[in-house]
């Protein structure tokens, strides 16, 4: 790794662990902590989740693990750019999603309606919660006992009222503070990979046409470009070759921008970083603006599309049926889930109930979702 910057996330700036641990051997701090994720049960799960498009509509989709694995290499290219520490870059961006349900964000909202009364459901906290106390992999602790500054990055949002009871990891949304740079850079990094690789998908599935594409300046810009130097280049190649060079534009843009900030803010160390007002790692004025015409076209055309929208539509239905009968009949959750169930009711009334039945379905993925759907409420499948 190269020299880091004053203003980087270090082992001996950090603000440590949960629960006291010894110094890894050969490895440091946010090493670990990466090593933890990709080895840990909600890690592997992402295969099986859905990006935009359900699981098993097609072997050439992302899903939530190869969309973590863009975002973390998106988020160590900028990380080196700007001398910030890569590994907990990798770290944070490798866990962002751990908490994300079945059915992409149809099944977050699905979700999250069915929460309403008991706090509601968002899979940033529910990330956090999956590497603070459901993972159950250690005999010392709970959860994956992550550092601070990975906890940090990887709670995005928070309510105020949500952040009081998260302690340490809470009170910058209180104090309104920033996180640490590496942080802010995987939020980005996760936009570009997201937008540039929905743009990749949606053409792959024929939702979305190059047609309709070219009436977005960022697609249009490289379009005109590629074509120019490779008049004959079609298919496939042609795609990639417009999003390489779109992703590349908006890394540039940003590492350049971000790297005016720093040198006008001048921090001299993390905690300086989390004192400024606004965050230091973002794209200009007009490269933001040509980002959200992006994110625009793909909500008017991809996302809100009549095929994802049944897609979108079975998701909320498989959810909402299966929260509604585990809260009705606790005895249809497996043993071990009825049993937290039940100690959480006794702890927190219906809402400890609630949680244990989301915590469940979260942790599901499309495929299997589909099938406990499939067990509980066919009535051809007796067994």
Do not use: W
């Not at 907990?88 to 149809?106: K, V």
């Not at 993925?365 to 066919?378: K, N, P, S, V």
């Amino acid at each position: 790794m190269s020299k880091l910057a004053v203003y980087a996330a270090t082992d001996e700036a950090s603000r440590g662990r949960r629960f006291k641990e010894d110094s890894p051997n050969y490895r440091s701090e946010y090493q670990r902590d990466r090593d933890r994720i990709v080895h840990s049960s909600a890690f592997r799960r992402l295969e099986y989740k859905t990006q935009v498009f359900v699981n098993h509509e097609g072997d050439m989709f992302r899903t939530r693990l190869t969309h973590s694995i863009e975002v973390a290499q998106i988020s160590r290219s900028i990380a080196r750019i700007l001398s910030l520490n890569e590994d907990l870059s990798e770290t944070i961006a490798l866990a962002h999603d751990l908490g994300h349900t079945p059915f992409g964000h149809a099944g977050q909202d699905a979700l999250n309606n069915c929460m309403k009364e008991y706090g509601g459901f968002e899979h940033n906290l529910q990330s956090l919660r999956t590497v603070d106390e459901l993972e159950e992999r250690y005999a010392d602790f709970p959860g994956l006992n992550l550092t601070y500054e990975a906890r940090e990055g990887i709670l995005k949002h928070c309510s105020p009222s949500k952040a009081k009871q998260l302690g340490d990891v809470g009170e910058r949304f209180l104090k309104k503070q920033q996180p640490n740079l590496e942080a802010q850079a995987v939020n980005l990094a996760d936009e570009i990979a997201y937008n540039n690789h929905d743009v990749d998908d949606g053409l792959r599935a024929g939702l979305i046409s190059i047609e309709q594409l070219t009436e977005v300046n960022l697609f249009n810009t490289q379009y005109q470009v590629v074509k120019s130097q490779y008049p004959k280049l079609q298919g496939r190649r042609l795609i990639h070759e417009i999003i390489r060079r779109m992703i590349n534009e908006l890394v540039v843009d940003l590492v350049e921008t971000s790297q005016q900030r720093l040198t006008e803010a001048a921090p001299e160390s993390v905690d300086q970083v989390r004192e400024q007002t606004v965050p230091l790692i973002g794209f200009s004025d007009s490269m933001r603006e040509r980002s959200l015409e992006l994110k625009r076209f793909l909500r008017n055309e991809l996302y809100r599309h009549f095929r994802v929208h049944r897609m979108t539509s079975k998701a909320d239905r498989i959810i909402r049926d299966l929260f509604e009968g585990f809260m009705q009949d606790i005895k249809l959750l497996p043993p071990e889930h009825q049993e937290t169930a039940l100690r959480f009711e006794s702890d927190f009334g219906g809402s400890g109930r609630a949680l244990a039945v989301a915590d469940y379905i979260a942790g599901m993925t499309d495929r299997y979702a589909i099938m406990e759907h499939r067990r509980i409420f066919d009535p051809s499948e007796l067994t």
